[in-house]
């Protein structure tokens, strides 16, 4: 496996991609079992974005665990690690990515994180560029940011051959959904936490609203919308459970399929 952090010595012929920001868990581990589709190299980026975060989030104390990732990504069959500087990725100017709808219209993450997805969406164009991957998988965990790449990606001529491949969440024992932030749970933010897993399929916006509350989470939203539009729920078309609520100073995001 190579750990390569110069964009230009990365592979030309095609990859398939996991793009991520390091502090790799089992869920990173999953996509990554799941992008060895064929004899293509796996490329995982291990990236911290500036452009995502807001200037009140936590940038700096993101955690950077670069040796342990690379250890993993290995394991998990990644053949090359992209590991860039933010000089690198951010060398050559590029146009702002012209966001699609559902980055701007929901209210859900775009509500609270205004600046997120443009940030999203104009390094995962840049980390394309770089990798040129014929598949880039995603997590459902982060659905909104999923459904806004989908569509950044059937909307821009340039990624025309990218196919985007959605991973299922991976869970804890305990339901709660896998991520980098969730580590900084304490055990009694982990059993408010588990609230959020039971919120999700009881499919009623005040029944998930009351729970999470009876659970002493401080609640961003908890709502049902159109599974693909993330609007309000149209009859006859999928439904999307999400949820973002606040466990001491954990943003804990959810979400679940609606029969
Ligand atoms: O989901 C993430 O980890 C990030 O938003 C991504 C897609 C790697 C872009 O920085």
Redesign the pocket.
């Known amino acids: 496996m190579l750990v390569i952090h110069d964009p230009s010595a990365l592979p030309q012929d095609g990859c398939t991609f996991v793009?991520?920001?390091g502090a790799l868990h089992s869920g990173h581990l999953e996509l990554i079992s799941a992008a060895n589709i064929n004899e293509l190299p796996v490329v995982v980026s291990v990236?911290v974005?500036p452009t995502?975060f807001a200037p009140d989030e936590d940038f700096d104390a993101y955690p950077r665990t670069l040796d342990a990732d690379v250890e993993l990504a290995r394991q998990a069959g990644t053949d090359v690690v992209f590991a860039p500087t933010v000089e690198d990725v951010y060398a050559e100017a590029m146009d702002d990515i012209p966001l699609p709808m559902v980055a701007t219209e929901p209210k859900l993450e775009d509500a609270t994180r205004p600046t997120h997805f443009q940030g999203?969406c104009n390094?995962?164009a840049r980390l394309f560029q770089f990798t040129k991957p014929t598949h880039a998988f995603?997590g459902e965990k982060?659905y909104q940011?999923l459904k806004v790449i989908e569509a950044m990606v059937s909307k821009e001529e340039r990624f025309e051959g990218i196919a985007i491949c959605a991973v299922p969440t991976a869970r804890g024992e305990d339901g709660v959904a896998l991520s980098s932030r969730n580590a900084y749970l304490s055990d009694e933010e982990r059993a408010q936490a588990q609230a959020v897993v039971k919120a999700l399929p009881l499919g009623c916006e005040n029944e998930m609203r009351a729970a999470l509350l009876d659970a002493g989470l401080d609640v961003d939203y908890a709502v049902i919308r159109d599974a693909e539009t993330l609007l309000a729920p149209v009859e006859g078309r999928s439904r999307r459970a999400l949820i973002a609520a606040r466990a001491g100073t954990t943003r804990l995001i959810d979400n679940g399929a609606l029969p």
């Open positions: 793009p991520t920001m990236f974005n995502q999203v390094v995962v995603f982060d940011q």
